[in-house]
């Protein structure tokens, strides 16, 4: 969850709550200590384990009753789910993702971005371009060499290879039994003219457009330092440059709030991205890394040619590829 979502969300505890009728001394979660509260059990889960289900067996799903953006109902999945999460690291590491994508679905009411098979409403392939065939799945690699053995538009059933997405990184709510999927889709990297359920119910929309609507991020600290680097003689003489430097470093390494993401700009006749947008954490180098990267010296254009345009349509660049720019 922190790699998907560029380290702005992460679980912080998590509460096991057991059936009552366990009886068993070893399931009894221990006393707490002097002065340590209790665990606090909530009456409605958000994660059931349960005997395997009639439809998805014991692969995770989630109930969702809401529409887009809104969060569901639990999620459930069978115990051979969790056995076979510790089989081995890549089973384990493969069983996260999974889950991680059902848990975009309930916390942040984001649905599926690939086709199914036998599925009228969103099936397999599409065709935008007719006669060609496109898998129906978001990701920011599609390759399109593979086509249907079967015609699409005669048989539901016709499967798609994960071949034609085996090099992706995304999206998770598409393919996360790939190894290398890891994000969700981005407004860069989003197909909207696919026929997914996730489309479908939120007008087009990317997964990561819907989750950071979410209240889990809408307060969240978003800074771009765009600062002017021309006519290098003033700047040097009156040592102007060495106290912007140290303005920069001093905002960015003890004044801006953990978690905030923070950006670095230059500019003169053109601008230049020397940071892009970093999660600031408190105990990191990625503080003064980010905080350092002005350069040595200014340069040597005159203030007269500097482009405050240009600055703006970076930052504004900057804040679109790291997330929304509201």
């Known amino acids: 969850?922190?790699?998907?979502?560029?380290?702005?969300?992460?679980l912080g505890s998590v509460t096991v709550q057991l059936p009552?009728?366990?009886a068993i001394r070893s399931c009894i979660p221990p006393s707490p200590t002097p002065g340590e509260e209790p665990p606090i059990t909530t009456q409605d889960p958000q994660i059931i384990v349960d005997s395997p289900h009639a439809v998805f067996g014991d692969t995770p799903w989630t109930q969702q009753s809401g529409g887009?953006?809104?969060?569901?109902?639990?999620?459930?999945?069978?115990?051979?789910?969790?056995?076979?999460?510790?089989?081995?690291?890549?089973?384990?590491?493969?069983?996260?993702?999974?889950?991680?994508?059902?848990?975009?679905?309930?916390?942040?009411?984001?649905?599926?971005?690939?086709g199914h098979q036998r599925d009228p409403l969103y099936p397999p392939w599409y065709s935008s371009h007719?006669?060609?065939?496109?898998?129906?799945?978001?990701?920011?690699?599609?390759?399109?060499?593979?086509?249907?053995?079967?015609?699409?538009?005669?048989?539901?059933r016709c499967p798609w290879p994960h071949s034609t997405v085996e090099n992706a990184t995304s999206?998770?709510?598409?393919?996360?039994?790939?190894?290398?999927?890891?994000?969700?889709?981005?407004?860069?990297?989003?197909?909207?003219?696919?026929?997914?359920?996730?489309?479908?119910?939120?007008?087009?929309?990317?997964?990561?457009?819907?989750?950071?609507?979410?209240?889990?991020?809408?307060?969240?600290r978003w800074v771009i330092l765009s600062t002017h680097t021309s006519d290098s003689m003033v700047l040097n003489i009156q040592r102007r440059w060495d106290f912007v430097r140290?303005?920069?470093?001093?905002?960015?390494?003890?004044?801006?709030?953990?978690?905030?993401?923070?950006?670095?700009?230059?500019?003169?006749?053109r601008s230049k991205e020397v940071s892009p947008l970093s999660t600031l954490e408190s105990v990191s180098d990625l503080r003064e890394r980010v905080g350092s990267s002005l350069p040595r010296n200014p340069s040597s254009v005159r203030a007269s040619q500097a482009c405050i345009a240009c600055a703006l349509r970076a930052a504004a660049e900057l804040l679109r590829t790291g997330g929304e720019s509201s």
């Open 130 to 156: 007719p006669p060609s065939w496109e898998p129906n799945v978001c990701s920011d690699v599609v390759s399109l060499a593979h086509t249907p053995a079967c015609p699409p538009h005669l048989n539901a």
């Open 1 to 10: 969850m922190y790699k998907a979502t560029d380290g702005m969300a992460g």
């Open 246 to 269: 140290k303005s920069v470093r001093r905002a960015i390494v003890y004044d801006l709030p953990d978690n905030a993401r923070a950006g670095v700009i230059v500019f003169n006749e």
């Open 20 to 22: 009552p009728e366990w």
């Open 171 to 220: 999206s998770l709510l598409a393919t996360p039994q790939l190894p290398k999927v890891a994000y969700f889709c981005t407004p860069a990297t989003h197909n909207s003219e696919a026929p997914t359920k996730h489309n479908a119910l939120c007008s087009g929309r990317s997964t990561w457009e819907v989750i950071r609507q979410s209240k889990d991020f809408r307060n969240m």
């Open 68 to 114: 887009c953006g809104q969060q569901g109902n639990f999620i459930q999945l069978g115990v051979n789910f969790l056995k076979s999460a510790n089989v081995s690291e890549s089973s384990g590491e493969r069983a996260g993702r999974i889950l991680l994508a059902e848990w975009a679905k309930f916390r942040w009411g984001v649905f599926s971005e690939s």
